[in-house]
């Protein structure tokens, strides 16, 4: 039993890091900003981000932050229901 619910709660966790990756890309992508740009501005590793945007890092919720006020959203406007769903 505990091992399905680990087993579970890993793909759960791999999808929203993947999810997660997506959003920053899509942020990224529709203004025009690369990612040594964005790394640079909000004082990430660029090789960093571009785990963070693949899916294979899991960013801290302090980076996270960084992100979403660089693009001037809100935590809920960085998690559209539309594109989490």
């Known amino acids: 039993m505990l091992l399905k619910v680990y087993s579970e709660y ?3 966790v791999m999808d929203i890091k993947q999810q997660v990756g997506c959003r920053v890309r899509q942020l990224r ?6 990612q040594e740009q964005l790394s640079f501005e909000i004082g990430l590793d660029r ?3 571009s785990g ?3 899916g294979k890092r899991n960013i801290s919720i302090i980076n996270l932050q960084k992100v979403w006020k660089f693009f001037n959203l809100t935590p809920s406007q ?3 229901r539309e594109f989490f769903k």
């Open 52 to 54: 963070v945007e693949n």
């Open 47 to 49: 090789t960093y981000l």
């Open 29 to 34: 992508l529709e203004n025009g900003v690369s």
């Open 78 to 80: 960085f998690f559209d």
């Open 10 to 12: 890993k793909e759960y």
